[in-house]
């Protein structure tokens, strides 16, 4: 192991892994005067946290699987969170056609029973089993600021224009959109502004106890070493949660992790409205069709089993040409793989409760402590729409070890930028371009979604675009670059255009070599700097 510095300081908790139930466990734990240091092996959400379907959602479909305790819990939170954050969260409308061939996936609970009381409807989801699924999706969580559930007739309205002619009917209900990698961002800067360590590009490479003492050591991007001192270890690796238990502290444990892939496609848009679409297969999956970034649509996720979370997940041809036959299914004017403009993929580290398929397994969470020395907490699971709870039942965990810890604070606290009500977003916007008149509406919108009230401390005392520094392509200039660069842990352009924003669908390869040449220029004279200081 690397020598300690006899000036170290033995933190209370170090978190391994950048995702965002590692910055939401930070942010909560530094807030209740916790020490916290957190290690992230590459960027924040550069995993499974940035390649989400981007929802704060109930998740409708969990009813199938009588998950009334995680829809329930995430139904509250969907309206707590938008009030946190409506910078990088808003409100949208779900439209979910309704046809007589819908059907379970495999053997939900639901379908056991149905197919045992109802044996000729041979697994389809008939229209008063929705219907009803709706009505609890818009009562369990008390909601107050989103627009319940109704019928829309699809053959004379905008929501039906872009569907073949044989759908007629459809519900409409609510959920939220959220900018997930946003999300981790600021979670991980208002745990900074707390107090917290976060270490970015920093991979633990062994951690081990000794006494009441975790002794954990971390490599940083340029192969320094160095060792910490912790009193409690939380493994929120995500993917990698069972790699850090079995290879990395070497814990003798049961509890393990299912690895289920998700991939979407991104295409044009599709039509002209703001509302997405639900659709339901013959094979009992869904997926949705969202507007994206202005002028783009989002059609995903897949659900495949993931043997190993070093191998970097890609959107196949089998599940790009799915998704495409899937969605084709549903639009009158179908898409082909030459619509496709870009695709991701992202690893959700399930809980393995031993569920017959990927589809079917688990999304709540399951923390676990192991106690026999000094504690160590391993995170499996969660949703995104969850993470603030998940972060809450980490602490009380927690807490047994740290009685002094203070209360439950995070519900209703806005994220960094998101100190305004969520009926005031396109004031917020009109007041931007009013102040600095040389912004564009669209880009004005674009600063306001990405920072919220913090768009004005970015821009500062700026009267021109040229006082925003050198353009980068699309909206980015280097004033922008310098405030991810100081406030958000970017250090490379890929951290800039795909995960704290998706310029990226925007800007050439050759914008984006020369906004990474430029950075890292910018990054080596900061360093030079500090080392003269």
């Known amino acids: ?130 219907r009803f699924g709706l009505f609890l999706y818009d009562n369990l969580g008390g909601r107050k600021i989103l627009p319940p559930t109704s019928t829309v007739d699809l053959r004379n309205s905008p929501e039906g224009a872009p569907l ?136 995903g996720t897949t659900d495949a089993d993931h043997s190993d979370p070093d191998q970097r997940p890609t959107c196949t041809e089998a599940e790009r040409d799915y998704l495409i036959n899937f969605a084709n299914g549903y639009f009158k004017t179908p898409i082909s793989a030459d619509d496709v403009v870009w695709s991701y993929s992202g690893v959700r580290p399930l809980y393995d409760d031993g569920a017959t398929s990927a589809t079917a397994a688990t999304r709540d969470y399951t923390l676990k402590v192991d106690a026999d020395g000094a504690p160590i907490l391993n995170i499996f699971g969660g949703k995104i729409t969850t993470y603030r709870r998940l972060a809450e039942s980490a602490l009380e965990k927690v807490q047994t070890y740290f009685p002094e810890t203070g209360s439950k604070w995070t519900a209703g606290v806005p994220l960094p930028g998101g100190d305004f009500e969520v009926a005031d977003f396109d004031k917020k916007v009109s007041d931007l371009a009013t102040t600095y008149p040389f912004l564009t509406p669209a880009h004005a919108r674009r600063l306001v979604r990405a920072y919220g009230t913090d768009a004005v401390k970015m821009i500062g005392d700026a009267t021109s675009l040229d006082d925003l520094g050198p353009h980068f392509g699309a909206d980015l200039y280097a004033k922008e670059i310098s405030w991810l660069i100081t406030h958000e842990f970017a250090r490379t352009a890929e951290d800039i255009v795909w995960r704290r924003s998706k310029l990226g669908l925007r800007l050439s390869p050759d914008e984006i070599a020369a906004l990474d040449a430029w950075m890292q220029t910018l990054l080596r004279a900061q360093t030079n700097d500090d080392t003269a200081n």
């Open 1 to 130: 192991m690397s020598a300690l510095s006899p000036s170290d300081e033995t933190c209370d908790l170090f978190i391994i892994g950048g995702g965002i139930n590692g910055c939401g466990i930070a942010r909560d734990a530094a807030g209740r005067g916790l020490n916290v240091r957190l290690a992230e092996m590459s960027d924040l959400a550069s995993a499974t946290s940035s390649a989400s379907t981007k929802l704060f959602h109930g998740g409708l479909r969990y009813l199938e699987y009588f998950e009334v305790r995680l829809v329930r819990e995430a139904l509250i939170e969907r309206e707590t969170l938008l009030r946190a954050m409506p910078h990088i969260s808003w409100p949208m409308r779900f439209v979910l056609p309704y046809h007589k061939d819908m059907r379970f996936e495999g053997s939900t609970p639901a379908s056991k029973i149905l197919n045992t009381v109802m044996p000729w409807m041979r697994g389809r989801r008939p229209a008063w089993l929705i």
């Open 164 to 299: 073949n002619d044989k759908f007629t009917k459809a519900y409409e209900y609510s959920d939220c959109w959220v900018e997930d990698s946003r999300l981790v961002a600021l979670n991980a800067r208002d745990a900074a502004l707390r107090g917290a360590q976060i270490m970015i590009r920093t991979k633990v490479t062994n951690a081990e106890r000794v006494g009441d003492i975790w002794e954990i050591t971390t490599e940083d991007y340029a192969g320094a070493t160095k060792t910490h001192r912790a009193r409690m270890l939380i493994n929120a690796a995500g993917p990698w949660v069972g790699d850090v238990i079995h290879n990395k502290i070497g814990v003798d444990s049961t509890e393990d992790v299912r690895l289920v892939r998700g991939s979407h496609i991104v295409t044009p848009k599709l039509y002209d409205h703001d509302k997405c679409y639900f659709f339901q297969g013959t094979d009992g999956r869904i997926i949705f069709s969202i507007p994206y970034e202005n002028d783009f649509t989002l059609i």
